[in-house]
Protein backbone atom coordinates (compact mmCIF):
# COMPACT_ATOMS: atom_id res chain seq x y z
CA UNK A 1 0.00 0.00 0.00
CA UNK A 2 1.47 3.48 -0.85
CA UNK A 3 -0.32 6.64 0.63
CA UNK A 4 -0.21 8.39 -2.86
CA UNK A 5 -1.16 6.29 -5.48
CA UNK A 6 -1.29 8.78 -8.18
CA UNK A 7 2.27 9.41 -7.96
CA UNK A 8 2.92 5.46 -8.87
CA UNK A 9 0.35 5.56 -12.35
CA UNK A 10 3.13 6.91 -14.33
CA UNK A 11 6.03 5.29 -13.37
CA UNK A 12 4.36 1.66 -13.74
CA UNK A 13 2.96 2.40 -16.60
CA UNK A 14 6.23 3.31 -17.78
CA UNK A 15 8.07 0.04 -16.26
CA UNK A 16 5.12 -2.24 -18.49
CA UNK A 17 2.78 -2.77 -15.58
CA UNK A 18 -0.64 -4.13 -17.23
CA UNK A 19 -2.88 -3.01 -14.24
CA UNK A 20 -2.73 -0.97 -11.02
CA UNK A 21 -4.47 -1.35 -7.78
CA UNK A 22 -5.00 1.28 -5.21
CA UNK A 23 -6.50 1.19 -2.08
CA UNK A 24 -9.55 2.91 -1.26
CA UNK A 25 -8.38 4.63 1.98
CA UNK A 26 -5.12 6.16 0.01
CA UNK A 27 -4.40 9.87 -0.17
CA UNK A 28 -6.12 10.88 -3.54
CA UNK A 29 -5.44 13.51 -5.83
CA UNK A 30 -7.75 16.43 -7.01
CA UNK A 31 -10.75 14.91 -8.28
CA UNK A 32 -10.29 11.69 -5.99
CA UNK A 33 -11.09 8.01 -6.71
CA UNK A 34 -12.80 8.77 -9.98
CA UNK A 35 -9.93 10.52 -11.34
CA UNK A 36 -7.34 8.46 -10.34
CA UNK A 37 -9.28 5.85 -11.87
CA UNK A 38 -9.19 7.53 -15.58
CA UNK A 39 -5.44 8.24 -14.70
CA UNK A 40 -5.14 4.59 -14.50
CA UNK A 41 -7.30 3.75 -17.46
CA UNK A 42 -5.46 6.68 -19.74
CA UNK A 43 -1.94 5.02 -18.89
CA UNK A 44 -3.44 1.65 -20.59
CA UNK A 45 -3.53 -0.16 -17.32
CA UNK A 46 -6.29 -2.24 -16.03
CA UNK A 47 -7.85 -0.37 -12.65
CA UNK A 48 -8.36 -2.22 -9.44
CA UNK A 49 -9.42 -1.34 -5.98
CA UNK A 50 -8.56 -2.58 -2.51
CA UNK A 51 -10.73 -2.41 0.39
CA UNK A 52 -9.31 -2.93 4.07
CA UNK A 53 -11.44 -5.08 6.80
CA UNK A 54 -12.59 -1.58 8.47
CA UNK A 55 -14.41 -0.20 5.03
CA UNK A 56 -17.57 -0.81 4.74
CA UNK A 57 -18.42 -2.33 0.69
CA UNK A 58 -20.91 0.17 -0.40
CA UNK A 59 -17.89 2.66 -0.05
CA UNK A 60 -16.98 1.10 -3.46
CA UNK A 61 -20.42 0.87 -5.43
CA UNK A 62 -20.03 3.47 -6.84
CA UNK A 63 -16.93 2.52 -8.52
CA UNK A 64 -16.96 -0.85 -9.68
CA UNK A 65 -18.43 -0.40 -13.04
CA UNK A 66 -15.00 1.37 -13.81
CA UNK A 67 -13.35 -1.13 -12.18
CA UNK A 68 -11.63 -4.28 -13.78
CA UNK A 69 -11.49 -6.09 -10.30
CA UNK A 70 -12.04 -5.89 -6.42
CA UNK A 71 -9.47 -7.19 -3.90
CA UNK A 72 -11.40 -7.12 -0.24
CA UNK A 73 -8.62 -7.94 2.18
CA UNK A 74 -8.97 -10.74 4.93
CA UNK A 75 -6.03 -9.15 6.97
CA UNK A 76 -5.15 -5.99 7.98
CA UNK A 77 -2.02 -4.75 5.75
CA UNK A 78 1.30 -4.13 7.01
CA UNK A 79 1.20 -7.08 9.55
CA UNK A 80 2.27 -10.97 9.69
CA UNK A 81 0.94 -13.44 11.36
CA UNK A 82 -3.07 -12.58 11.18
CA UNK A 83 -5.62 -15.28 11.07
CA UNK A 84 -7.87 -15.03 8.28
CA UNK A 85 -10.91 -12.54 9.53
CA UNK A 86 -13.83 -15.16 7.87
CA UNK A 87 -16.52 -12.17 8.74
CA UNK A 88 -15.12 -9.93 5.62
CA UNK A 89 -16.42 -12.73 3.50
CA UNK A 90 -20.09 -10.84 3.75
CA UNK A 91 -18.75 -7.91 1.31
CA UNK A 92 -18.01 -10.75 -0.92
CA UNK A 93 -20.93 -11.99 -0.94
CA UNK A 94 -22.52 -8.43 -1.06
CA UNK A 95 -20.64 -7.16 -4.00
CA UNK A 96 -20.78 -10.19 -5.80
CA UNK A 97 -24.75 -9.70 -5.20
CA UNK A 98 -24.09 -6.50 -6.57
CA UNK A 99 -22.21 -7.46 -9.10
CA UNK A 100 -22.76 -11.11 -10.81
Request: charged share 20%; net charge negative; glycine share 10%.
Amino acid sequence: MVSQPANWVGPMAKAGASSFNFHYESEMPEGGHKALIQSIKDAGMKVGMTVKPGTPIDALYEFVDDLDMVLIMTVEPGFSGQKFMGDQMSKVEALRKRCP
